[in-house]
């Protein structure tokens, strides 16, 4: 289990760094600070798995969760999230290292 939740946060770290990677060009190519979205970064990347989990959300969950938490997430952009998702899948599966020496119980 601690495999998979590090891979998964690895390419998560993986997206962040692309998604970091395309903001910096565009932003280099505009002379201006660009920072894509999320959800426009996932609406060119798969728009039909954005708009069903829109509709999941508002429809098993609660309107204001989508309103409000879901939205927000949204609006930030893409390299921060895959950032955060990757921090905490990785703290998630993070083993604590064996404790060793001379007072070990």
Do not use: N
């Amino acid at each position: 289990m601690r495999f998979l939740l590090r891979l998964a946060s690895l390419v998560a770290l993986a997206a962040a760094v692309i998604a970091g990677t395309i903001d910096s060009i565009q932003s280099v190519a505009a002379s201006a600070v660009v920072m894509t979205p999320m959800s426009d970064a996932w609406q060119d990347v798969s728009p039909e798995t954005l708009t069903s989990l829109q509709s999941a959300l508002s429809y098993y969950i609660h309107p204001r969760f989508y309103a409000f938490i879901f939205h927000w997430l949204m609006l930030q952009p893409a390299f921060a999230v895959f950032l955060a998702i990757a921090l905490l899948l990785w703290m998630i599966g993070y083993k604590k290292p064996q404790v060793s020496g001379r007072f070990i119980a």
